[in-house]
């Protein structure tokens, strides 16, 4: 199985600051057939499902704001969050659809300083 | 509008088999795969298993041979069957449509594997 691996686990943020979230992934997620990474971020609220924000790495899904911004290729990737507003406090996490079993990671929390 | 919902029992009782529901609307499963994907309290997502929209299935093997994912299309129903239960398996349970990655989500049924 590919092993997803996040960090940090938890990060205090003021409102107004820039935040990255880093993900590492225990084989590469590019596809050379179509040289797209396979690795999406979801942002879950509590009591919430997931919400799907970013996928192919670096596309944003319809209707999410542009401060949230996906990049990196093959096994390092990062979500970066600018301008962090109080409706961002969640817990992010990442997950390869490279081949299955789609793994995620274990889950950033984002939490009010 | 898309939408999944999950349901079934809230409460299983160990070594029994549990049997849950993804009823959708608003897209056709012959179109779009559906996934389940479970949550442990507190903890991170583990994903199942997949219905591919040609009726294929995809498991985890973590849950292999205890684990069956089909479909009434007629009804636009996915089903999720596990038997076997343990305490271990007491969890949320989504059922969540893929396109790339699975952008539409059901709510969740709680499921408690307790005597």
């Known amino acids: 199985d590919i092993v997803m691996t996040q960090s940090p686990s938890s990060l205090a943020v003021s409102a107004g600051e820039t935040v990255t979230i880093n993900c590492k992934s225990s084989?590469?997620?590019?596809?050379?057939?179509?040289?797209?990474?396979?690795l999406a971020w979801y942002q879950q609220k509590p009591g919430q499902s997931p919400k799907l924000l970013i996928y192919?790495?670096?596309t944003r899904q319809s209707g999410v704001p542009d401060r949230f911004i996906g990049s990196g290729s093959g096994t390092d990737f990062t979500l970066t969050i600018s301008s962090v507003q109080a409706e961002d406090l969640a817990i992010y996490y990442c997950?390869?659809?490279?081949?299955?079993?789609?793994?995620f990671g274990a889950g950033t929390k984002l939490e009010l300083k | 509008q898309v939408q999944l919902k999950e349901s079934g029992p809230g409460l299983v009782q160990p070594s029994q088999t549990l049997s849950l529901t993804c009823t959708v609307s608003?897209?056709?499963?012959?179109?779009?795969?559906v996934h389940w994907v479970r949550q442990h309290s507190g903890k991170s997502l583990e994903w199942m298993g997949r219905?591919?929209?040609?009726?294929?299935?995809s498991y985890n093997s973590a849950f292999t041979s205890r684990l069956s994912i089909s479909r009434d299309t007629s009804k636009s129903q996915v089903f999720l069957k596990m038997n076997s239960l343990q305490t271990e398996d007491t969890g949320t349970y989504y059922c969540?449509?893929?396109?790339?990655?699975?952008?539409?989500w059901g709510q969740g049924v709680m499921v408690t594997v307790s005597s």
């Open positions: 969540a449509r893929a396109t790339v990655a699975t952008d539409y």
């Open positions: 084989q590469s997620l590019l596809y050379s057939g179509n040289q797209k990474n396979y």
């Open positions: 219905m591919w929209s040609d009726g294929d299935t």
């Open positions: 608003g897209f056709s499963l012959t179109s779009y795969s």
């Open positions: 192919w790495a670096s």
């Open positions: 997950q390869q659809y490279y081949d299955t079993p789609y793994t």
